[in-house]
């Protein structure tokens, strides 16, 4: 059982906006300004999209924006396209430990 | 552009140590203040952090690993390792080395290896 929580899935038609949540407790997500998500495409590493909660690295297209509600943090992925199909997870910093989420699979419909 | 390749062998039998080793490329594993970490994912499962290295030589574990894991940096090789004793058919994973961004308080793997299936089996 994954520390924080995801839904498995989630679906969108392209030009969509999809959420995705991820609820910890305040002894993490809650906690701490440092909620990360990353792309994962079959067969890959995953990819940084989005570090302490709504920072962007380089290269990463501002339709993936990070927001955070006490011990909820979110994913948004605004004009979805077709290579957004892929597993996505979030992590969070929580006292000298890292924790992932479960993952959520997007499907663009 | 950094580089991270994982290294070391596919097969590990059960109650022995397996050992990895990540080898940096395209920059000094001790320039800068950057941190480096272990990541792994079992078979169709999610992502499992393992513990990660800092720049200043403290290392963060897992706290369900901790009593198996060691992490250490070989600086001339530009290299750092992994090694997880008495391992079972549960370690069976890819394992991922990875580069923090920034502190390591921020949990943020920026840059990832291609990651190395190990397998647990007599």
Known sequence: ?109 | QLQLQESGPGLVKPSETLSLTCTVSGGSISSGSYNWGWIRQPPGKGLEWIGSLTYSGSTYYNPSLQSRVTIAVDTPKNQFSLKLSSVTAADTAVYYCARHRGAFIALAFEFWGQGTLVTVSS
Request: a neutral charge.
């Open chain 1, 1 to 109: 059982q994954s520390a924080l929580t995801q839904p498995p899935s989630a679906s969108g038609s392209p030009g969509q906006s999809v959420t995705i949540s991820c609820t910890g407790t305040s002894s993490d997500v809650g906690g701490y300004n440092y909620v990360s998500w990353y792309q994962q495409h079959p067969g890959k590493a995953p990819k940084l999209l989005i570090y302490e909660v709504i920072k962007r690295p380089p290269g990463v297209p501002d339709r993936f924006s990070g927001s955070k509600s006490g011990n909820t943090a979110s994913l948004t992925v605004s004009g979805l396209q077709a290579e957004d199909e892929a597993d996505y997870y979030c992590s969070s910093y929580a006292a000298n430990k890292g924790v992932f989420g479960g993952g959520t699979k997007l499907t663009v419909l």
